[in-house]
T-cell receptor, first 116, second 113 residues
Framework: AQTVTQSQPEMSVQEAETVTLSCTYD???????LFWYKQPPSRQMILVIR??????QNATENRFSVNFQKAAKSFSLKISDSQLGDAAMYFC?????????????FGKGTHLIIQP | NAGVTQTPKFQVLKTGQSMTLQCAQD?????MSWYRQDPGMGLRLIHY???????DQGEVPNGYNVSRSTTEDFPLRLLSAAPSQTSVYFC????????????FGSGTRLTVV
């Protein structure tokens, strides 16, 4: 079974600065997908960014980018120019590439605080 | 453009009562699933379905039943509520192709007293 570990229960960053959230995972599969989800106080789960394991290029979505290190099984999220609206819980998630029926495996989350 | 619709948003039950959490999606997704979210635990898979008439258990299925009679609907039934089922419940759907992330409903906060 796969596991996802987020070692930072809470992170704090000044507005407009850059922060990196860590995620490591354990799997014996070679085909899989990784995701970062944002959960603001509204409780809604919002997909931030996704990465295919077979792609070497790191995914980028506006101010959000990942550092995907497949050999190290590491998948960190970098948020540039942090904004107050970025304050939320962030969850790293893994999905097997074998048809997708196994569901998402989530880490326990990192609570991101943005200091004005 | 409804996406995934969950009802109710909040619910309080007494121990031993039964209820059904509703989930509907309008994106023609084959895959639907239920998660529960507990403090410090992330989200854990309860049950899932890969199509109408097909369901299977996830990581924490005990105390819950599901059925899928249509592509759109995937209700979650609590047969006899227990305080340990106090949680936030999310329904999520996706195409079966694994490279898609899931679309989540807005969640149901359930309290069992």
């Amino acid at each position: 079974a796969q596991t996802v570990t987020q070692s930072q229960p809470e992170m704090s960053v000044q507005e407009a600065e850059t922060v990196t959230l860590s995620c490591t995972y354990d799997t014996s599969e070679s085909d899989y997908y990784l995701f970062w989800y944002k959960q603001p106080p509204s409780r809604q789960m919002i997909l931030v960014i996704r990465q295919e394991a077979y792609k070497q290029q790191n995914a980028t979505e506006n101010r959000f980018s990942v550092n995907f290190q497949k050999a190290a099984k590491s998948f960190s999220l970098k948020i540039s120019d942090s904004q107050l609206g970025d304050a939320a819980m962030y969850f790293c998630a893994y999905r097997s590439g074998g048809g997708g029926a196994d569901g998402l495996t989530f880490g326990k989350g990192t609570h991101l605080i943005i200091q004005p | 453009n409804a996406g995934v619709t969950q009802t109710p948003k909040f619910q309080v039950l007494k121990t031993g009562q039964s209820m059904t959490l509703q989930c509907a999606q309008d994106m023609n997704h084959e895959y639907m699933s239920w998660y529960r979210q507990d403090p410090g635990m992330g989200l854990r898979l309860i049950h899932y379905s890969v199509g109408a008439g097909i369901t299977d258990q996830g990581e924490v299925p005990n105390g819950y039943n599901v059925s899928r009679s249509t592509t759109e609907d995937f209700p979650l039934r609590l047969l006899s509520a227990a305080p340990s089922q106090t949680s936030v419940y999310f329904c999520a759907s996706s195409y079966l192709t694994a490279n898609y992330g899931y679309t989540f409903g807005s969640g149901t906060r359930l309290t069992v007293v």
